[in-house]
């Protein structure tokens, strides 16, 4: 087959950039932008009905940016009878329909994807082009470097290169303020009669509808409700909820960003993780409008520390991460959880009010915020020894703003420790304590975080107690746990059976 003089572009659901490398240098002439909506992305896990929605109506908007910028765009959409289904099948179909002198695009986020992009050069006799993702300020490459000879791979140095490289909250080579963390001043709890800030959320347009339309009878059986949809679609409506964020919300966010309450699951968040995650927004300005935001006084430094540390710090480490162990990382299983995923992770149909505010939030809004995943719902698989996979693949399909890349780490390495300690020094375990510290919760729930043990006690309770025994092998010489285990060891041997015996009965009973 002769090719023609062009080139074809493919671009993603999550490189919605026009600053992305596939498109630099674009000849509007005589290339193509190829844009494909394929069933396998949508089922290799049973996505969120509005994550679907989300990557849909947004990729069909930047296909109508594209087009007005008088850019050809060549694109497929999931319902169209002669669409394969998949990446490679509707390449495969672009390529015979343009003829194309080679085929260019970013490098994929996850890397499923990479794997079979690798394959494409020889499967389709075309020269492939896969350029660096430059949307982000680290690349694997430069994470691998920083890692190299490394024992323990600790964010919180890996964020402190990050600054120095970027410049971001530094002076004259030092952090702003003296120190490079603040994350100690934000760990309050809501404070009684503080004003809650009214949170934007972006009507329906008539793409959207569409979309919402087509993915409500297509995917009816996937979890989430749609009807609530209110997420920005288009890069001037992502740029508006970033602002909202920094104007309304920013100055209060470091303070309280650790607290939950019932029937808020918003608060002072930023909500544009999904934004980012998809490419409306990147990183870089978004770090650097927050920065603005304490130079001018209208917000605290500990605020917007903690903000950036979030991006530039957690995002880009696990995506270095990520990149550094795949395509291994997800197999391990440090602390042989087995146990299978409850039914009320989809349903929320348990007794534990703080786990059905939280699944409540997550089905209404595909988002909950970080407290919640990592202290609620992390927390409790991790106590409760909960196979990694399933966790995992719940909280890929969920979140609107679940891609491999970012979510397993989190999950696997900081949620659940099953990593055995590559990325968190200690599991994240907590009784119910914290989260009567943390939240309202408790007050509206059938058991007491104030009982340790019968049929009133907070489960959170003599889990956590549970968990440690059930782990000490594993556990009981990281010295950041040294202290419960002491706690432990000086209980009477009939309050540890009695622990056991009600940690049994109340997994068994799930």
């Known amino acids: 087959m002769k090719a023609g003089s062009g080139r074809l572009r493919l671009i993603l659901g999550d490189q919605l950039s026009h600053d992305i490398s596939s498109l630099n240098d674009i000849d509007r002439d005589h290339d193509i932008v190829l844009m494909v909506e394929v069933q396998t992305e949508t089922t290799y896990v049973p996505h ?7 990557v849909l109506s947004a990729m069909r908007h930047f296909a109508e940016e594209l087009t007005a910028r008088g ?55 075309l020269p492939v082009a896969i350029l660096s993702d430059t949307r982000f300020f680290s690349s694997p490459k430069e994470f691998a470097h920083w890692a190299d000879g490394k024992k323990q791979l600790r964010m919180e140095f890996f964020y402190r290169e990050m600054r120095r490289k970027t410049g971001l909250l530094m002076k004259d080579q030092e952090p702003v303020g003296g120190q490079w963390n603040f994350d100690s001043e934000n760990r309050k709890s ?115 520390e903690g903000f950036i540390r979030q991006i ?44 059905k505010q939280c699944v409540g939030d997550t089905m209404r809004n595909a988002y909950a915020h970080h407290i919640q995943r990592l202290m609620v719902l992390g927390n409790f698989a991790l106590l409760a020894g909960i196979t990694p996979s ?16 970012v979510e397993l780490p989190n999950v696997h390495g900081m949620a659940l420790f099953a990593d055995g300690g590559v990325m968190a020094s200690k599991p994240y375990a907590a009784s119910g304590a914290y989260i009567d510290r943390m939240s309202d919760y408790c007050a509206d729930c059938a058991f007491s975080p104030k009982e340790k043990l019968g ?51 109340f997994l068994d009973g799930l």
């Open 390 to 405: 399933e966790v995992e693949e719940w909280f890929l399909a969920v979140y609107a703003d679940a891609f491999e890349w």
């Open 48 to 54: 969120h009905k509005q994550k679907i929605v989300l």
């Open 190 to 304: 809501l404070p009684k009669g503080l004003a809650l800030p009214t949170r934007h959320r972006f009507e329906a347009d008539a793409i959207t509808r569409d979309v919402m339309s087509m993915v409500g009878e297509r995917f009816a059986r996937h979890p989430g409700e749609i009807e609530s949809f209110g997420w920005p679609v288009t890069r001037s409506d992502a740029l508006f909820a970033l602002d909202h964020f920094i104007e309304d919300c920013l100055p209060s966010f470091g303070d309280v960003q650790d607290a939950m309450k019932q029937g808020e699951g918003f608060l002072f968040h930023a909500l544009i993780s999904p934004m980012l995650n998809i490419g409306l927004l990147v990183p870089d300005e978004v770090c650097r409008k927050a920065e603005a935001a304490n130079h001018t006084g209208h917000a605290p430094l500990n605020a917007v």
């Open 71 to 125: 850019i050809s765009v060549d694109y497929v959409r999931l319902d169209d009878a002669s669409n394969s289904g998949s990446f490679s099948g509707e390449v495969e179909r672009a390529i015979k329909r343009h003829r194309p002198s080679a085929l260019i695009v970013t490098e994929p986020s996850e890397y499923r994807v990479r794997q079979f992009m690798d394959d494409w050069q020889d499967a389709f006799d």
């Open 312 to 355: 530039l710090g957690w995002r880009e480490y696990v995506r270095g991460l990520y990149w550094l162990k795949m395509p291994n990382y997800s197999e391990g299983n440090a602390l042989n959880a087995n146990r299978p995923l409850p039914a009320f992770y989809w349903s929320g149909a348990t007794a534990m009010n703080c786990l």
């Open 455 to 505: 049929p009133k006690a907070c489960p959170f309770n003599y889990l956590y107690w549970d968990f440690l025994a059930r782990n000490r092998p594993a556990l009981s010489n990281n010295q950041r746990l040294a202290m419960p285990y002491r706690t432990l060891a000086a209980m009477s041997f009939e309050k540890r059976q009695q622990i056991a015996v009600e940690a049994k009965d």
